[in-house]
């Protein structure tokens, strides 16, 4: 069964808002560096935004859930010597309290392994929403893999200026088989900047956790960390990223 170890989205931004305030933004570039173990990737994504997002008073790095920001997004990975590459495509709409997200990414080393998916659904509450989803990983030798899930996420603030975002999806997991798949992530926001958070996903036996922070210098640039097992393999990323 196929595990996918990296996953990356991301986005490129084409124009700014004139009357924008000084943190609000309509784009969002980022470069990364994921060190595999075996291979070493270097990759760019880039989001436009539809409205600028205003950054209010909650964490900057959930500042476009919290606008509800209809955006699309596209990244790209490479591995150093160029034995394979990652492109992706992606987008999320919001249409008052309704929520509809599309992906596209194809892995090419050799053959070409296509994942897409599909989610549906609604803001519960102001800082909730709940979907339902669908992906599927279209596996070499004719053996896909599709998965049906769902989600929810929800953004709790606390005392001052902390926070607390929760988010998670279960399902099943089909490919002649059936397997529970299941992911699940907490980040504790310190402050509107600075966050620590873990990750754990997994399908049956198959099983990938992690941790994670992010730390905005100002409210326009920012960098993070990541660090994940999977496998018995260690993953390890950094990424920058600018707002405009």
Known sequence: ??????????????????????????????????DLDVAEVWGADATIYFQPVRAGSGPLAEAAFLNRASNVSFAYLRERSGDFDVPTVGAEFYFGDFYLAANYSRFS????LNDYGVRAGMMLAEHTRATVGYNRTELPFGIDLDTYTVGLKHVMMLDGSSALNLEGEVGLARNGSSEFAYSVQADYFFNRSFSLGARYSGIGSDDEWGVGTRYFFTPRFSGGLEYSRADGSDIFGVRLAARF
């Open 1 to 34: 069964m196929n595990k996918k170890i990296v996953s990356l989205a991301g986005a490129i931004g084409l124009a700014l808002s004139a009357g924008a305030a000084a943190s609000d933004y309509n784009f969002e570039l980022g470069g990364q560096y994921v």
């Open 109 to 112: 080393n050799g053959f070409k």
